[in-house]
């Protein structure tokens, strides 16, 4: 019974198959190769990719060492661009170059991904004679991004200095990112001392913000990359 059953199921393929014009078989056949090229490619592609991205972070950070600064700024976007939690390291290090332009980009990479380990070697640059200004304004912005609660001492130290209006304005700004109730009473009094009706409306909000992200309503500081990634894998793990 069960050959005359194996014998029949062969003869009905057989009689489908050979009923196919030979057009109709070719494309099957091409249809049947085109789906296993396609699975082997994509396995293929899935390989490379992997080694692909670990042998770019490798030449990546073997360009920062390079003469050119063109060379250098360029490894720092490839870095930054990547979003790989082992590139915080480095692009914390391309922060003490000697271009200017591959110490902004790095800083402002830094600050995109919000990396905390970060904050105290950007803090630092605030406070060094031979960095420019315009340097230490991006130090600001990217430490306001970060959100690191480590940061509003140093800026409070740093709006003690004689600055300009715009330097003021900013670091306030990156005061209220990352301040908490101890920086309240600082902000309160340039509210009511500055000079400036613009710098005391801006220190006034800034109050503002800050009691209001002490409420209950209050969501935490966005941690560093690595630690997303950690947490990210964390919970992965649990699930499986």
């Given at each position: 019974?069960?050959?005359r059953?194996s014998?029949f199921?062969?003869?009905?393929?057989?009689?489908?198959?050979l009923?196919?014009p030979?057009l109709?078989q070719?494309?099957?056949?091409?249809?049947?190769e085109?789906?296993g090229?396609?699975?082997?490619?994509?396995?293929?592609?899935?390989?490379v990719?992997?080694?692909?991205?670990?042998?770019?972070?490798?030449?990546w950070?073997?360009?920062?060492?390079?003469?050119?600064?063109e060379?250098?700024?360029?490894?720092?976007?490839?870095?930054?661009?990547s979003k790989?939690?082992?590139?915080i390291?480095?692009l914390?290090n391309?922060?003490?170059?000697?271009?200017?332009?591959?110490?902004?980009?790095?800083?402002?990479?830094?600050?995109?991904?919000?990396?905390t380990?970060?904050t105290?070697?950007?803090a630092?640059?605030?406070?060094?004679?031979?960095t420019?200004?315009?340097v230490?304004?991006?130090v600001?912005i990217a430490?306001?991004?970060?959100?690191?609660?480590?940061g509003?001492?140093?800026?409070i130290?740093?709006?003690?200095?004689d600055?300009d209006?715009?330097?003021?304005?900013?670091?306030?700004y990156?005061?209220?990112?990352?301040?908490?109730?101890?920086?309240?009473?600082?902000?309160d009094?340039?509210?009511?001392d500055?000079?400036?009706?613009?710098?005391?409306?801006?220190?006034?909000?800034a109050?503002?913000?800050?009691?209001?992200?002490?409420?209950p309503?209050?969501?935490?500081?966005?941690?560093t990359?690595?630690?997303?990634?950690?947490l990210?894998?964390?919970?992965e793990?649990?699930r499986?």
């Amino acid at each position: 019974m069960l050959l005359r059953q194996s014998v029949f199921s062969f003869l009905v393929l057989s009689c489908c198959w050979l009923a196919l014009p030979p057009l109709g078989q070719a494309q099957f056949l091409s249809q049947g190769e085109r789906i296993g090229s396609q699975m082997t490619g994509d396995r293929a592609r899935d390989r490379v990719d992997r080694k692909k991205k670990g042998a770019n972070i490798t030449e990546w950070v073997r360009r920062l060492n390079n003469d050119r600064p063109e060379t250098r700024l360029e490894a720092v976007k490839s870095l930054g661009d990547s979003k790989d939690p082992e590139v915080i390291a480095h692009l914390v290090n391309a922060t003490a170059d000697i271009d200017i332009r591959v110490k902004i980009k790095a800083i402002e990479y830094l600050g995109n991904l919000r990396a905390t380990d970060a904050t105290p070697v950007l803090a630092q640059q605030l406070f060094l004679r031979n960095t420019h200004m315009g340097v230490k304004k991006k130090v600001l912005i990217a430490l306001g991004k970060i959100g690191d609660p480590r940061g509003a001492e140093p800026i409070i130290e740093f709006l003690r200095r004689d600055l300009d209006e715009n330097a003021k304005g900013i670091a306030i700004y990156a005061l209220r990112d990352v301040g908490n109730e101890q920086v309240l009473v600082f902000l309160d009094n340039i509210a009511a001392d500055d000079s400036s009706q613009p710098i005391k409306q801006l220190a006034a909000r800034a109050a503002t913000d800050i009691r209001n992200r002490l409420s209950p309503e209050y969501e935490p500081v966005i941690p560093t990359y690595i630690q997303q990634v950690e947490l990210r894998n964390q919970a992965e793990q649990g699930r499986q």
